[in-house]
């Protein structure tokens, strides 16, 4: 299977390790065979055509072409998620399997623009965090209570937080509370059946771990497992079926919370209410 790639920029971590997982993954069967950069790489040095002759996959001229000619299309900036409405909107209407890398949107509103595309097109999509496929969260049921922590800015990285926090959750958001500290920010969240989650992140590297409440038992996770190659098997999974991981909904309510949390840094230790 050819598999497409459309980025903002190649020359990031993403890009420049998932072909050789996913061919791994699949024994050879699931290549990347065509890449498409928006810009060249603010960041890393190389240019789009030095990537494409480093990873040794054609450069393509244009979305267009990676549409037409891919069995099934990754939509990448990771780090960039302003972009995916952009690089999104000719992807989203071919039919073809389309992975959006996280995050997946800003906002809600962002978010249900992209996917009403896809649902209008009739084109299997889905987006996720890697930290979803932990195996420490395997199992986990009847939740009523967790704190999460982990490493890094809360744009990029809250992503890999608030994935685990609203599967394991499985609610309604209502409304959240950004509360910033020193190199570092806690993000409160509220949900409409009462219960209360909370993530903390550390503007340095840190482990992913979670303290949580499960009927009268109390557990500390660190994830160690792992997660990018449960991830990696499950992105394989949707190229040859269709199926999506993540139902577009709970996607959407993961936007509403983060997109609650960038207006939560603006209006410190409020809360704000959550998109229905």
């Known amino acids: 299977m050819n598999i497409g790639f459309i980025d903002y920029y190649l020359d990031e971590w993403h890009a420049n390790n998932y072909p050789r997982l996913l061919s791994e993954a699949t024994g050879g069967k699931m290549n990347v065979t065509l890449a498409y950069g928006h810009i060249d790489s603010p960041i890393g040095g190389r240019t789009t055509d030095k990537w494409c002759a480093d990873m040794n996959i054609p450069r393509a001229a244009s979305i267009e072409e990676v549409c037409e000619k891919s069995d099934a299309i990754v939509v990448l900036s990771p780090d960039n998620c302003e972009m995916h409405e952009v690089l999104c909107q000719l992807p989203l209407r071919t039919g073809k399997r389309v992975y959006v890398d996280k995050t997946f949107a800003p906002d809600y509103e962002t978010a249900k623009r992209i996917f009403d595309i896809a649902e209008e097109s009739h084109t299997p999509c889905y987006s996720t965090s890697a930290l979803r496929f932990a195996t420490e969260y395997a199992g986990i049921t009847d939740v009523g209570a ?131």
């Open 146 to 276: 967790l704190a999460s922590w982990g490493p890094y800015k809360f744009e990029t990285y809250a992503i890999h937080q608030l994935e685990p926090i609203m599967m394991l959750m499985d609610s309604a958001p209502q409304k959240v509370c950004f509360v910033p500290g020193k190199d570092s920010y806690t993000l409160l969240i509220a949900f409409e059946d009462g219960r209360c989650a909370s993530a903390t992140g550390f503007d340095s590297n840190a482990p992913f771990m979670m303290s949580l409440n499960t009927g009268n038992e109390n557990r500390v996770i660190t994830v160690k497992s792992d997660y990018f190659g449960g991830f990696i098997k499950n992105l394989a999974h949707f190229f040859l079926t269709g199926e999506g991981a993540v139902p577009h909904e709970e996607t959407l309510r993961i936007m509403a919370v983060r997109g609650a949390g960038v207006e939560g840094q603006k209006r410190p230790g409020e809360w704000i209410g959550i998109h229905k």
